[in-house]
């Protein structure tokens, strides 16, 4: 019999899951001395120029007056989603509002600017949304990350789906710590940030410890997505090592700018 060394195999994840988080919050670091830098370009640059004439630059878009898409610095197939209006990220109260913009049902409408960048229309379970904790982002404007999933993460969520249910439970099989529910659909129209802070016991107190991840999904029986979310450590504390017990990674780490796991048709 072949002894297979899984706890190895673990670890080794972990590692380069580590590595992708370093390689991140080093980039978010050294990019980000302005931590309102995004809210500037959007809101006195891309709704000027839009509303003087109807040309968003230097963003991608300007998605009615609540939404701006910017494509990020890194390059690559990655936009971020800005909220125009004044909100600091996952923790800011007027994302809980009933009249609230989703956030992510926007990002997700947004997709469609990766095809620019890999040159084709990409499959729905490609695509992932990522929101940093309050604790381990670069920018103090509310942004969703719109990228690919990373290959890891999409085999995960493909070999796991099946078992993932439709409230919050832990996500089985995981390196981390992640709790996971399925929404069904085409479209993202229930509020993660909504879910995250109604259905996971003391979320709302602390959402700002909290990243969320939004991946697109076609189960056999549908469209839709699952939605991971965590608490994560500090910027500072994953620099010194792994996430620790009960924690997991930026949501950001868990995205691919290159578009890895969607092949050339």
């Known amino acids: 019999m072949t002894y297979v060394d899984h706890s190895s195999s673990r670890r080794r994840l972990a590692a380069i899951a580590l590595l992708a988080a370093l390689a991140a919050l080093i980039g978010l670091t050294a990019r980000s001395a302005d931590r309102d830098a995004l809210r500037h370009i959007v809101q006195d640059q891309c709704l000027p120029h839009w509303r003087a004439q109807h040309d968003p630059a230097p963003c991608a878009r300007i998605d009615t007056p609540e939404f701006a898409v910017l494509a990020d610095r890194k390059g690559g197939a990655h936009f971020l989603l800005i909220a125009t209006r004044t909100l600091s990220g996952i923790e800011d109260p007027q ?4 009249d609230a913009p989703n956030y992510f049902a926007a990002a997700w409408q947004a997709r469609d600017r990766l095809a620019t960048i890999v040159g084709h229309p990409l499959r ?21 990350h719109i990228e690919c999933q990373q290959p890891r993460l999409h085999r995960l969520l493909q070999a796991e789906a099946a078992d993932i249910g439709e409230h919050w439970a832990p996500l089985r099989g995981a390196e981390f710590p992640f709790l996971a529910m399925r929404l069904r ?4 129209d229930v509020d993660p940030f909504a879910l995250l ?3 996971v016991p003391d979320a709302r107190a602390a959402l700002g410890a909290y990243t969320v991840v939004v991946a697109g999904m076609q189960f056999d029986d549908g469209p839709g997505f699952i939605v991971l979310a965590g608490r994560t450590p500090s910027s500072a504390a994953l ?19 290159s578009c890895a796991v969607e092949p050339e048709p």
């Not at 994302?95 to 009933?98: A, E, I, S, V, Y």
């Not at 729905?124 to 969703?144: E, P, Y």
């Not at 659909?185 to 993202?188: A, P, V, Y």
């Not at 620099?239 to 995205?255: D, F, R, S």
């Open 95 to 98: 994302l809980l509002r009933d």
């Open 124 to 144: 729905r379970d490609a695509v992932g949304l990522a929101i940093n904790s309050s604790l381990a982002r670069g920018q103090d404007q509310l942004h969703i």
């Open 185 to 188: 659909g085409e479209e993202l």
């Open 197 to 199: 802070a109604s259905g």
């Open 239 to 257: 620099l010194t090592g792994p996430p620790g017990h009960g924690l997991v990674p930026p949501g950001e780490t868990l995205l691919d700018s």
